[in-house]
């Protein structure tokens, strides 16, 4: 199976907010970290806690957004939150489909891959449509 790269990092991701650019840091090298567990064969059960700490991770990030969010009254709001809902719905289906056996079984790894596909996606489609709100509320 030829696997991704792993992500990395680059300042263009950044949103401009310190704290949220923190997570999404770590969301990067969480699902890098996956990513190479699953390319160096480590025990799936690496794997299954590496995912675990991520979503969790994710859920933490989400509630802390929506917080600056609301507070820099960013008007897409609402529409942030229906996609942070949708993403843990998601998000709680990979974990329990890559859940449960060591090797993994097949379908596995590609669930696993999900979370990087997911992070990617939500990082460039909607995080970075708050970039310009936050920017110009901090008067940047």
Request: glycine share 6%; proline share 5%; aromatic share 6%.
């Amino acid at each position: 199976m030829n696997l991704p790269p792993a992500l990395v990092w680059i300042e263009s991701f950044g949103v401009g907010i310190p704290e949220l650019d923190d997570d999404h840091r770590q969301l990067v090298a969480d699902a890098g970290a996956i990513v190479e567990a699953i390319r160096a064969r480590r025990p799936w059960r690496e794997v299954e806690t590496l995912a675990g700490l991520m979503v969790e991770r994710c859920r933490t990030h989400f509630r802390r957004e929506e917080t600056v969010m609301e507070r820099d009254r960013f008007a897409a709001l609402a529409a942030h939150k229906r996609e942070h809902a949708r993403i843990e719905a998601e998000l709680q289906d990979i974990l329990s489909r890559i859940g449960g056996s060591d090797p993994p079984a097949p379908g596995m790894i590609e669930a696993a891959l999900e979370l990087r596909e997911m992070l990617i996606d939500h990082l460039l489609r909607y995080d970075l449509a708050y970039k310009s709100h936050g920017m110009y509320v901090r008067g940047r």
